[in-house]
């Protein structure tokens, strides 16, 4: 089945530093999906790309859609303390259409006073 | 415009009870999707509903069930609870022809 390689498994930055992770995927993927959760709450879509090459923002945040379709990009920059919580990486490969999504196993960020 | 609602928030059973999650999509999505999620680990998908059918299931035993109503809002059933059974329980709900998928709450299922 399809596997999303999601790295790193955890960050540990300051206030004001700018957050890199990303994603890779064993097969292709016609959609990536970033999600946000935070500690009892339920995953919340960040960006969404539809196309490959494709380099989308909303507000701090940079994702983009490696041409390979094989991997993603997610980008923050100079991150706040509300920044902090899981970021998982998602997409519902090629082999089905509207079907379920495989989440990646997730970054988890922690903001260093 | 509502998100999506789950209910109830937190369900505590004991071992061999029944458990019933509710879900109610938001406004005009026809799809929902059910997601288990153990602590400290990534969300695994247990079903997909569309236009009231079972569309796929992932990989859980036949204890997990459920079904779409013709409002689009879900149940999910959990038969016989075991231990491992304790997590959160997500669903999540798309328009026809769209990908993104838009999460609720979650319940938090505990089993004693």
């Known amino acids: 089945g399809q596997q999303l390689n999601q790295s790193p498994q955890s960050m540990f930055i300051q206030e004001g530093e700018d957050v890199s992770m990303n994603c890779t995927s064993s097969?292709?993927?016609?959609?990536w999906l970033w999600y946000k959760q935070e500690p009892g709450e339920g995953p919340v879509l960040l960006i969404a790309?539809?196309?490959?090459?494709e380099l989308t923002s909303n507000g701090r945040l940079t994702a983009q859609f490696g041409i390979t379709r094989k991997d993603s990009f997610l980008n923050i920059s100079a991150s706040i303390p509300s920044d902090v919580g899981i970021y998982f990486c998602?997409?519902?490969?090629?082999?089905?259409?509207?079907?379920?999504?495989?989440f990646g196993t997730g970054t988890r960020l922690t903001i260093i006073p | 415009e509502a998100g999506v609602t789950q209910s109830p928030t937190h369900l505590i059973k004991t071992r061999g009870q029944q458990a019933t999650l509710r879900c109610s999509p938001i406004?005009?999505?026809?799809?929902v999707y059910w997601y288990q999620q153990a602590l400290g680990l990534g969300l695994q998908f247990l079903l997909w509903?569309?236009?009231?059918?079972?569309?796929n299931r992932g990989n859980f035993p036949p204890r997990f069930s459920g079904r779409q109503f013709p409002n689009y809002s879900s149940e999910l059933n959990v038969n016989a609870l075991e231990l491992e059974d304790s997590a959160l329980y997500l669903c999540?709900?798309?328009?026809?022809?769209?990908?993104?998928?838009?999460f609720g709450p979650g319940t938090r299922l505990l089993v004693l």
């Open positions: 790309l539809y196309k490959a090459g």
């Open positions: 097969s292709i993927f016609n959609t």
């Open positions: 406004s005009g999505h026809t799809s």
């Open positions: 999540a709900s798309k328009l026809a022809g769209v990908e993104t998928q838009y």
């Open positions: 998602a997409g519902p490969g090629t082999n089905f259409g509207n079907e379920k999504l495989t």
């Open positions: 509903y569309d236009e009231g059918e079972e569309r």
